[in-house]
Structure formats: structure tokens, C-alpha cells
């Protein structure tokens, strides 16, 4: 077994492992830090994947896709299934930011549970969550991908149903029934292209492997719809503010930080890989869509009053502007979707571990009820107003390049359609703008109100600690968006070579 191989196998078995592990180890503590020390060591596995030959994607001539690493080894022999799994510029940063939130999420139990239950059954759910995000971000087998998408569904439940607010249940269950939903329709998805093509494997099936038009035109469809409801995209998305608002500070990091990214990796690797004649005729209408998703995400975020909510919404119009990168079809557009998926994993991540320490410290999301904070905790006020403003896309944060190249690659895309599209997703970033000033406004300024004046100033060693990495992150992909377009160049220019 190469390196590349012992790493990829490496980085699943461990949290899963670990899981099993934290779940046998009788101290709660103790079981955190197991947990905990088991994500630090995966992290390391994922970081390392990036070493060894980068042979980047190529779309084409057999073999179409050529990972850095891959492993392929037969699973179900009598069904000719196969555990493949592989990795490459689009998929690493993806892979490195799900291991270091789990990371982080575990090493912030070791300061604070949440109510509702024990804080080993919440590490090793999380890394069972991880599990699941990880491999399908690695596979390159449909059933297996579709697999690994699976797993995420009951842990994730769990933990908001077990460890969330008032209301936990009905959002748990919301987010079950919408997930299911999406879940058959990947299913139906995935069944019409195997059928089709007598094989799942995603190598020879990138390009199109000789499906029909029609074929394409079918799966494409059911897959977009499918990783429209994971994303989740307007109007598939009214499960994610009562998931969010719902869940436990750690649930709400990875659902927003990396679970909604297994829909929009699930659309550029699988959807527009796999159907590619599929993805040029409905790229118009995913156009259409993804404006709309900017434009109403930011109008409902204008009038919300709770700030997890707020926050909630503002995935939607993010991933707004990552499906309209998407569905220009070129390789600005792709590099911007691919960027903003980072960009968002970081700074939505950051703004929910600090909405959370806002709520633990003044036990109330209402943003009538918090202003004043820069008064009474001006280190907090200020983290709050660095991932507002990387959130707006400021210049020189990550936030910015994935919301610009998508307004430029619907520009250069041409003709008045798209535009249109580019002038109100333009729009859309104002209104992005607007609406996280309101929020600064109405919680750092002004004078303290009482649920804000009671509380103490400082910032405990293990929040600093867990929100450091992602405030680094957010500058330095802003300065140097090189560390993931770089990476993901090849990929992209070979992929764009297919939809031609």
C-alpha cells in the first residue's frame, strides 16, 4: 500500500474508530479528549494527502479522472461494487476544512457541552458526522458516494434533536424529512446513470461515458434537485434556519460549515461531471434560481430579528452566489463556486462559534436585546464585526472573491440573460452588505441593554483557541486566494474542456 492509499483509508477509518472509541471510554472527559486528540490526527492525515505527484484531473481520454491519490479495491464482488476513493484540488481544501472545524467543535467541548445530553455521545457523533462528509468528499464510486452521503443524515439528527434549543424536535424532524426527500431523489439519480452506463464508477463516467441525451437530461435533473435540497438552494431551503437556530454552537458549525458543501461538491463533481449536456441545458434556469436565492436570502435577512436565524439565512444567499458561479459553466465561475465554498465553510463557521458565545453569555438571540455589546465586550464586538465584514466580502477577506468572479463569470458569460443575472447578484452583494451593518448596529452599538450589561469582558483560552485557526483562515485565503484556486486550476480548465 503507497502512502497516498495508507492516507486515504487513514483519514476514514480514524473518526470512525474514534468514535467507537469515545463511545467505550467510560470517563465524559476523558472521552472528549480522546475524541478531540482522534480529529487532531485525522486533520493530519487530510493535510498530508496533498503531498506526492499532483496529477490533475483530466477530462477526456481514458482514464478521465487522475487523482493525486487513489485507492480502488473491490467491495461487494457479486454487485461489482468497488471502494474507490480518490483526491484532488477540488476535493483537498474541502477535505482539510471538515477535518479542522471537526477539530475545532471537539476541542470546544472540552470547555463547554451544551445541555441535553453527555459529551461523549457528542463527540463521537460528530465524528461520525465527519465520516460521512469526508467520504463523499473522497468518492469516486456513485454508490459508495451515495453511501457516505447517507451517513451524515442520523447523527446530524441527533445532535440537534438531543443537544439543540427549545425546539429542537420539529427542527430535527424538518431537517430529517427535507434530507430523506433529497436523499431519493440522489437515489433515483445515481440508479438512472449506473442503469444506463452498467457502471458506477465515477472515472468513467465523467464526460458523459457515452449516456444519451436524454439520459443526461434525466439524471441531471434528479441529482441537481437532489443536491439543491443538501445545499441547500431557493426554494428547497426553508429547513435550514430552524436547523441552525435550533442546533447546539458545535451542530450549527459543521451543518454550515461543511455539511451543506457535500450538495454544491455534489453538483460540480457529480451533477455537471456526469451529465454535462444535462448541465448546459439547465443552466439558465440554475441561473435564475441562484439569483433568486441571493436576492430573497438577502431581503429575509433584512427583516430577521434573531441573530442565529440571521446568520442562517445568509448561507442561502451565499450559496446563492456559489450556484450561479456554477452555472455560467466556465472556469471563472467554477473557481468562484469552488472559493466561495471555502470562503463560506470559514467565515459562517466563525460567525455561528461567536453568535453562540453571545447567546451562552446574554441567554437571549434577539437582536433588539443585545446592543451595546462593544461596551461591555469589545474583544467579542470586535471577532463579531471582522466575520460580518469577511462575510459581506470585504476586500482582502475570503468572503470576496467567490461573490465577485461569480458577478464577473455571469459577465463574461454574455448576452442579456446572464447579464441581468450578473446586475442583480451585484445587487444582491449590496444588499449582503446592508444587512450585516444592520446587524452590527443594532447588536455592537448603542447603549448596553440589560441582557448585555451584566456580562464579563474577557474571551476563556478555549474560544480563542477554536476561533483563531478560522479568523487566520479568512485572512489568509483573502490575501492569497492562490492556497484553493491554485490547487483546483487543472481540474476546473479540464473540467469546462467537457461542457464545450
Known sequence: MSLGEFLLVAVLALPALGAVAVAATPRDRAARVVGTVVAGLTLVGAAMLVLGDHGWFGYGPAPAVQPWHRLDVPWVPGLDLRFHLGVDGISWPLVVLTALLTLLCCGYTLWRVPAGGSGRALVALLLVVEVGILGTFLALDLILFFVFFEVVL?????????WGGEDRRRAARKFALYTLFGSVLLLVGVY?????AGTADVVALTGGAGLSR?????????LALAFAVKSPLWPLHSWLPDAHSQAPTVGSVILAGVLLKMGTYGLVRIAVGVAPEGARWAAPVLGVLAVAAILVGSLVCLAQSDLKRLIAYSSVGHMGFVLLGVATLTATGIQAALIGNIAHGVITGLLFFLAGAVKDRTHTGALTELSGLRETAPRLAGLLGFAAVASLG???????????????AAVQRGGGLWTT?????????????????RLLRLVTHGRPSPAVAGITPGLAGAELTAWAPLVLLALAVGLAPTLVLGLAAGPVDALVGVLR
Open 214 to 222: 436524454g439520459t443526461q437530461l434525466a439524471a441531471f435533473t434528479l
Open 394 to 408: 470585504l476586500p482582502g477577506l475570503a468572503g470576496f472573491w467567490g461573490e465577485a468572479f461569480a458577478v464577473v
Open 421 to 437: 443575472l450578473a446586475v442583480l447578484a451585484a445587487i444582491g452583494g449590496a444588499l449582503t452588505a446592508a444587512y450585516f451593518l
Open 192 to 196: 438512472v446513470v449506473v442503469a444506463a
Open 154 to 162: 442520523l447523527p446530524m439528527y441527533a445532535i440537534i434533536a438531543g
